[in-house]
Every structure is written in C-alpha cells, then in structure tokens.
C-alpha cells in the first residue's frame, strides 16, 4: 500500500491506497487559522506536527499491512522560519496571506518585473515565499536575526518525519525563489534579495526519494522505521496527478477554500504579463500553468457562517438552483482575501453588487457561487489568450461535490465539466507520487492510467451559457469600477498611511 499526506489549509489529511487507486483508509485531523490582522493569516507548524502524527496513527491501525512509501502535499507558499536549533521561531505566515505589498514592490525593483518573470514564471506576488522572508527582515529584524533555515509547510513535516531539509520542484516554483527553465535556485534572485542559500533546502523532482522515517517517529506512529519518504508537490500540482491532467487538452478546475485552474505544458514558457503562474511540474521535466481566485470556496464558508452555519453546503447549493441565472441581476465580487489572476490586485475586495429589497438569502448565495466560477473565468481566458488547448474541464475539490456548482462551471466556461469517481484530491497524488518513487508505477502517467476514473460529465446548457456570456461583461465591469473607486481602497497594514 501507499500513503499520501496533506498539511492543507484546514487540516491534515492522510489515505492508505492500493496500487488500483482504491482507498483502504482514510484519517482528518483539523487545527486552527489565526488571523492576528486583517489581511494576515497565521499557523502554527506544531500543529500540523501534532495532527500528522494522529491522521498517521489512525492510518496505521486501520490498514494494517505493509506500506511501499510515503508522499506528501499540502498548502504551498507558506513560510516557515527555523533557528539553529532547528526550532520555529514565529508561527508560519500562509499562501493567502497579504501583509507583504511593499516587499512585493523592493522585489519587483531590485530585479525588474521583466526579468523576474522570466526567471521564476512570475511576478511578485503577496502569497509567495520570498516577499515573506523580506517582511521578517523589515518588520520583526529581531525574529530574522535568527533565521538558519526557511522551508514550505509540508517540508516541515518533512524535517520532523525524516530529519532532512528538500523540497520539490513543484512546491519550490511557488517561493519565487526558483530558475524555471533550470528547476533549481536561482542564485541571482538570491544574491539581489539578500537571501542566503543555505537557507533553502535541496529540491528533487517530485517522484524522487528524500529520506526514510526516523524511528522514533516511526515507533510513535506504528509504522515501519526507514519507511521510504518522496518528495512530493505542492497541493494544486499533486491534485492534479490525481485527476490525471497530465496531458494537452484538458484542464482541471479546483474549488477549494482557493479555485484554482490548472494545466499541463510541455515547455516552461510564462505568461510574459505576469496574470498567470508558470510553475514546474510533478511530472519531471514538465511545467503547467495555474489561475488562481484565493477565496473561491472560502466565499462560501464566510457566507456559510454568516448565516449562523443553520445551512450545510448542500443545503446552500439547493437554494441556489431555486433562484434563475443571474439571481436577478444580483453579482459577488469573490474578492474577500485579495485577487490575483488574472488581474494580480491583493487590494481588491469582496463585494455584492445590485442588491434590491426583493433579493433573499438564495439569491445572495446563487450570485456568491456565480460570482467564483466568472473569476475563474477569467483565469480560463487568460489561458486561451497563450494558446492553451482546452477541450475538457474536471472538476475537483470539495466544490466539485456540488452538482449544482459543476453545472455552472460547464455553463460558465461553456466546455463539459467530468467529476471525479473518487475526488481524493492532492492526498492521492501525493500517494501516485510515492508509488512512482519506489517503482511501484513506471511513470506518473501509468500511475494516472491505472488509477484515475471519471465519473459524472455535464454538458453545458446553451441557453444559459449564451446568459452566463452577457453576464460575464458585466462582472468584468464592476470588477474595473470597484478596483478604480477611491472607497474601496483600505490603509496600508504596514505604514499605516491611505494608499493613493
């Protein structure tokens, strides 16, 4: 059997496999998301140490067996910063966490936007890693003094399972510290921000081994000591080894606390404007490209508790089908933690749009669920304006288990959206990774081919994709006229001053 392990957002998740891709067991262990400021968002690793080590032991005792590998996934960007002693030294800063817009910017200026781009795939963006180690520099310099050593979220869990410091190549582009083409750090992106290699731990291709379990680890947990460790991918690359996009055409579509659009590229190219993210691959010697809304099904569970959690999601989502498309010309600015494709505003903010006396909680809720997919939309179009083949959509993600949400995506993007058999999500890729590591798969793509199983597809209705087309100029619109208005703007989290 294999095991796959994700540090996400929420919680830590862990799942026993067979080679066929069917679950033997499957164990969630959730812990806390701090928000000390608007705009921040905070973790403490060693509570994803102590929810690893539960989903791991109720693993172990429920499956029993003999397990081949370990992989793991989990929440990218995020960082963690680490002493000599190896010791955490603040809790770790997220991948939607928005307090660094002037590191952005020194980013931005001590490289130039063009050749950063052209280097790393990206611009400089308030979720990525090397914009976080700045803001340590500038804002807690006695916290950075002691910084030895700075990893990802599921690297961490890494270190503690393992005692190695690697990363993947996967996770690795999502730090802006990473040379694409050469799948390695960059030494001038380092050199310019000041940042000591020594700092980052090895990179390997994802199906790579990086270590074995230590064994008193392995004792705590009930598994095997040297029980072999791959390196893994960040979350959105390992969910898609397991929704097998790793080929031209199609595409997947994550709704999740993010949404996320991924697809898969033969070469390293980046978007040279920057709207899309360029990162390698899971698949060696592969890039894919990303659209990313940070609070798509978050947007959901904001409203969800706002409502006082009385309504579960399903429950959510058959109001939603009570009310026509377009809810009554009711629009949903998803835009609660920033925006960032295509359109790269971490200043944009959430909002809803033509409320009227008659609107009532399904319209409110219709227009949230629209108001996700349109911006994922626009990150499909980005796509499409770099040549991306895009016949098929699969939907994953907890807002795949919506019906009523993959319908709206078919006729939203007005392409036929396939749902999964079993949307086990980053955690089975992680597990597919491990059994490529070890030889159990030749390849990512017979991993994929033995396990990946399509369930329902959905056509879009052409009635309402035609509505939906009108509908998304609209989106377009507001989104340009709150992003120009002068109230939307907030004070500066850093300097505390108005931007103008």
Not at 88 to 104: E, F, K, M, S
Not at 112 to 141: C, H, M, S, Y
Not at 214 to 225: D, K, M, N, T, W
Request: glycine share 12%; proline share 5%; hydrophobic share 45%.
């Amino acid at each position: 059997m294999l095991l796959g392990l994700d540090i996400g957002t929420t919680g830590a998740r862990a799942l026993a496999t067979d080679e066929a891709g069917t679950v033997m067991a499957s164990a969630y262990a959730e812990y806390p998301l701090l928000t000390p400021r608007p705009g921040w968002t905070e973790q403490n690793p060693e509570d994803w140490w102590e929810a690893t080590k539960d989903v791991l032991r109720r693993i172990a005792t429920e499956a029993g067996g003999d397990f081949a590998a370990v992989g793991l996934t989990g929440q990218m960007h995020g960082s963690v910063f680490l002493n000599q002693a190896g010791d955490v030294i603040r809790p770790a800063l997220l991948w939607n966490d928005q307090r660094t817009g002037v590191q952005c910017e020194q980013i931005t200026e001590r490289v130039g936007a063009e050749r950063l781009i052209a280097i790393t795939g990206n611009p400089a963006l308030t979720g990525f890693q090397a914009p976080k180690i700045l803001w340590l520099r500038d804002v807690e310099p006695v916290q950075y003094r002691h910084v030895r050593r700075v990893l990802l979220p599921k690297d961490y869990v890494r270190l503690r399972l393992t005692g190695e410091t690697a990363t993947d190549v996967a996770d690795a582009s999502g730090t802006l510290l990473l040379d694409l083409k050469a799948r390695a750090w960059s030494g001038e992106i380092l050199d310019a921000l000041g940042i000591p290699a020594e700092w980052l731990p090895s990179i390997s291709e994802s199906a790579t081994i990086t270590g074995g379990l230590r064994p008193s680890v392995a004792a705590e947990l009930g598994l095997p000591a040297g029980l072999p460790v791959a390196a893994g991918a960040g979350g959105s690359a390992a969910a898609a080894i397991a929704a097998g996009i790793v080929r031209r055409g199609l595409i997947s579509s994550s709704i999740g606390t993010s949404g996320v659009l991924f697809a898969h590229r033969e070469g390293s190219e980046p978007d040279p404007s920057g709207r899309l993210q360029a990162f390698c691959s899971a698949v060696p010697g592969r890039y894919h490209l990303m659209a990313a809304t940070l609070s798509a099904g978050g947007s959901l569970r904001w409203w969800r508790n706002l409502l006082g959690g009385a309504m579960d999601y399903e429950e959510l989502a058959a109001i939603a089908e009570t009310v026509p498309v377009g809810a009554e010309g009711l629009f949903f600015l998803p835009y609660l933690s920033g925006e960032r494709t295509p359109h790269l505003n971490p200043e944009a903010r959430g909002a809803f749009i033509g409320l009227r006396a008659h609107h009532a909680r399904a319209h409110l809720t219709r227009a949230l669920m629209e108001g996700v997919v349109f911006s994922l939309r626009d990150g499909l179009d980005a796509m499409r304006d770099l040549g991306v083949d895009v016949q098929r959509v699969r939907a994953t993600g907890g807002g795949a288990r919506s019906r009523a949400w993959r319908q709206m995506q078919a006729d939203i993007f007005n392409l036929p959206v396939e749902s999964m058999a079993a949307d086990e999500g980053p955690v089975l890729g992680a597990a597919l990774l491990a059994g490529v590591a070890t030889g159990v798969y030749r390849d990512v793509q017979q991993a994929c081919d033995r396990t990946v199983r399509i369930g329902e597809v959905i056509e879009p209705d052409r009635d309402r994709a035609a509505k939906y087309g009108q509908l998304l100029h609209k989106f377009r619109a507001l989104h340009a006229a709150t992003r120009a208005s002068p109230e939307m703007r907030v004070p500066s989290l850093t300097t505390g001053s108005v931007d103008d």
